[in-house]
């Protein structure tokens, strides 16, 4: 009797123990088939994808990469934003340069980057020089605006402070630019003839951390500028992010100081006779990339006696496309120049 119930007794504990590893070898079981399921199903996916991406783009059995697409799409848009630009061009030149510098998306209007900033450097007395400019081309108040709005083209008058902080020059320049709002007053630069090149740089930096625009364009006060053969000028170098644009040249270096032009580092310009390439200084353009280059820069960047000099020198060692543009060669006014000096 006792035989019997050791027996029972072991053969319940023997069950006992065989259920864990049924209910482990059953959860395994379960879980190679869910994994073989998920694994087939992905599989499945994966080759539909591909002969979705094969039917699509039409090459056979081969698999377009991420990057690869992401390329073509890039491609795609450019192409568009060139027809675009093409489109415009073409009516610009029938109608007079006009650029819409907003587009619709979805009922709301959203504005498009300004073209051009373009920096007007003038200084304390020429008065008679800015009013002059504001009647030929630049325009105030309303028609300044419309400058901006329909064709992308912001001027300024560009400005610093008198040696001897706010006194008569200072509050001229003040009063003017409360009846205008023409002006940018870059308050760190000291104004003078010597710092010319100091203030271009100011400018370009400013202007840059300011506006988002396309390009920035620096013009002398005494030039006037055809603002419908810029935009259409401009507008069909979008497509280069570094450009440096003007009325190419490479004067002479005058070693003298008794000489109007006098460089006091002459001796570093090469044979000593000529300079580098650059634009002439009454009026030029540079690219958003290059403006930005400027503003980061501007604390290590060297100026010499001039300004056209000094930025030309900025874009020697780097990749810059030099655009030699005559329509910029500001001596005489011919058919489709963009500036005149008087």
Same mark, same amino acid.
């Given at each position: 009797?006792?035989?019997?119930?050791?027996?029972?007794?072991?053969?319940?504990?023997?069950?006992?123990?065989?259920?864990?590893?049924?209910?482990?070898?059953?959860?395994?079981?379960?879980?190679?088939?869910?994994?073989?399921?998920?694994?087939?199903? #992905?599989?499945?996916?994966?080759?539909?994808?591909?002969?979705?991406?094969?039917?699509?783009?039409?090459?056979?059995?081969?698999?377009?990469?991420?990057?690869?697409?992401?390329?073509?799409?890039?491609?795609?848009?450019?192409?568009?934003?060139?027809?675009?630009?093409?489109?415009?061009?073409?009516?610009?030149?029938?109608?007079?340069?006009? !650029?819409?510098?907003?587009?619709?998306?979805?009922?709301?209007?959203?504005?498009?980057?300004?073209?051009?900033?373009?920096?007007?450097?003038?200084?304390?007395?020429?008065?008679?020089?800015?009013?002059?400019?504001?009647?030929?081309?630049?325009?105030?108040?309303?028609?300044?605006?419309?400058?901006?709005?329909?064709?992308?083209?912001?001027?300024?008058?560009?400005?610093?402070?008198?040696?001897?902080?706010?006194? !008569?020059?200072?509050?001229?320049?003040?009063?003017?630019?409360?009846?205008?709002?023409?002006?940018?007053?870059?308050?760190?630069?000291?104004?003078?003839?010597?710092?010319?090149?100091?203030?271009?740089?100011?400018?370009?930096?400013?202007?840059?951390?300011?506006?988002?625009?396309?390009?920035?364009?620096?013009?002398?006060? #005494?030039?006037?500028?055809?603002? #419908?053969?810029?935009?259409?000028?401009?507008?069909?170098?979008?497509?280069?992010?570094?450009?440096?644009?003007?009325?190419?040249?490479?004067?002479?270096?005058? !070693?003298?100081?008794?000489?109007?032009?006098?460089?006091?580092?002459?001796?570093?310009?090469?044979?000593?006779?000529?300079?580098?390439?650059?634009?002439?200084?009454?009026?030029?353009?540079?690219?958003?990339?290059?403006?930005?280059?400027?503003?980061?820069?501007?604390?290590?960047?060297?100026?010499?006696?001039?300004?056209?000099?000094?930025?030309?020198?900025?874009?020697?060692?780097?990749?810059?496309?030099?655009?030699?543009?005559?329509?910029?060669?500001?001596?005489?006014?011919?058919?489709?120049?963009?500036?005149?000096?008087?």
């Amino acid at each position: 009797m006792v035989d019997k119930m050791q027996s029972r007794a072991s053969s319940a504990r023997v069950f006992r123990s065989r259920i864990p590893t049924l209910l482990v070898s059953m959860f395994a079981t379960f879980a190679s088939i869910y994994v073989a399921g998920r694994l087939w199903q #992905d599989s499945e996916n994966r080759v539909y994808l591909i002969k979705e991406l094969d039917r699509i783009i039409g090459q056979g059995r081969s698999v377009i990469s991420v990057d690869d697409t992401l390329k073509i799409i890039a491609c795609r848009e450019q192409h568009k934003k060139l027809s675009a630009l093409e489109m415009e061009l073409a009516a610009a030149r029938q109608e007079g340069f006009t !650029s819409m510098r907003s587009t619709e998306i979805n009922g709301t209007d959203y504005k498009r980057r300004p073209l051009v900033v373009i920096g007007i450097f003038t200084t304390f007395g020429r008065k008679n020089n800015r009013d002059a400019i504001r009647k030929a081309w630049m325009g105030t108040g309303a028609a300044l605006k419309k400058m901006e709005n329909e064709k992308g083209i912001i001027a300024r008058f560009v400005i610093g402070r008198s040696a001897n902080r706010g006194d !008569s020059l200072d509050r001229a320049i003040d009063n003017e630019n409360r009846q205008t709002k023409d002006f940018i007053i870059l308050d760190t630069h000291v104004e003078a003839p010597e710092e010319f090149p100091k203030k271009a740089k100011l400018f370009f930096a400013h202007a840059a951390e300011e506006w988002n625009a396309e390009f920035y364009s620096k013009v002398n006060d #005494d030039v006037y500028v055809n603002i #419908d053969a810029l935009g259409g000028t401009l507008a069909t170098h979008l497509d280069k992010p570094r450009v440096y644009m003007g009325c190419m040249k490479s004067g002479e270096v005058f !070693s003298e100081p008794s000489q109007k032009w006098y460089e006091p580092e002459w001796w570093k310009f090469g044979d000593k006779k000529s300079y580098f390439r650059h634009a002439s200084g009454e009026m030029y353009v540079i690219s958003q990339a290059l403006a930005k280059f400027v503003s980061i820069n501007r604390a290590i960047l060297r100026t010499y006696a001039h300004d056209d000099i000094s930025v030309g020198s900025w874009f020697i060692g780097i990749d810059v496309k030099h655009v030699d543009e005559a329509k910029f060669c500001c001596s005489s006014w011919t058919g489709g120049a963009i500036c005149a000096g008087v």
